[in-house]
């Protein structure tokens, strides 16, 4: 399977979080033979630190693109920017408190190639409302305070 994903993370506030999104996915083990493209957009954060750090990565990392909002456009229409910017590309929105790991993205692919009826994939989280696994709507600690990079589903 070839095929052309961006990856879109809108960021607003936490730069802690938002570095450990950004070097989860810079880091993982991918195996998907894709053209990759990482669409970072500062939604106008009100972190002056968090919008240096985004500026100085993208200067240092040649596969990443920063938009920047001029002003605070909110989550939807910063997603929807994001994928207006993306044609003929499948797209992966990542909240910027999102943590992936190992080949996270084979199998999100996998599972979304596995049937030309499927039209989204929405993997699982600890922390993500109606996603949220093992119980629904509600924050989850990972089982036995695994990393994020020791958990695999299959």
Not at 10 to 26: A, F, M, Q
């Amino acid at each position: 399977m070839k095929t052309k994903i961006d990856v879109i993370v809108p960021i607003y506030r936490g730069l802690e979080e938002t570095k450990s999104c950004i070097r989860s996915i810079v880091n993982s083990e991918i195996k998907t033979s894709f053209i990759k493209h990482l669409l970072l957009i500062n939604d106008c954060s009100p972190e002056p630190l968090l919008t240096d750090w985004l500026r100085e990565l993208t200067l240092a990392e040649v596969e990443l693109i920063l938009i920047e909002n001029q002003e605070n456009l909110g989550f939807v229409a910063t997603v929807n920017k994001g994928m207006s910017l993306s044609s003929e590309s499948d797209i992966v929105l990542l909240n910027s408190d999102t943590e992936v790991a190992n080949d996270w993205l084979d199998r999100l692919m996998n599972v979304a190639y596995s049937d030309k009826k499927i039209g989204t994939v929405t993997p699982f989280s600890n922390n993500a409302t109606i996603c949220s696994y093992p119980k629904f709507c509600q924050d989850n600690d990972l089982p036995n305070h695994l990393g994020v990079d020791q958990l695999l589903i299959n």
